[in-house]
């Protein structure tokens, strides 16, 4: 099912957060996953994946006015 993001049959919202702070580093960005269930999304369900998350590896930076801004899905 598109937009379910843990294969339990209910979609799932992916959601940027942009400024938020990471291991210190203020503005460094995360995502968050709210998962879906019979009900709805539910904010109490939810991962916080940033770059401090298992399996990324790079290390969480802030932003800067050298890095290309994000591209938004059309």
């Known amino acids: ?5 843990n294969g339990d049959g209910y ?7 942009p400024g938020a702070n990471v291991a210190g580093k203020a503005g460094a960005g995360a ?3 709210l998962y879906g269930a019979k009900s709805g999304l539910s904010a109490s369900r939810r991962a916080d994946i940033t770059q401090n998350t298992g399996g990324c590896r790079a290390p969480p930076r802030r932003r800067t006015a050298s890095m290309p801004r994000p591209r938004r899905p059309i």
């Open 11 to 17: 979609r799932d919202a992916v959601l940027p957060a």
């Open 1 to 5: 099912m598109p937009g379910d993001v």
């Open 31 to 33: 995502v968050v996953v």
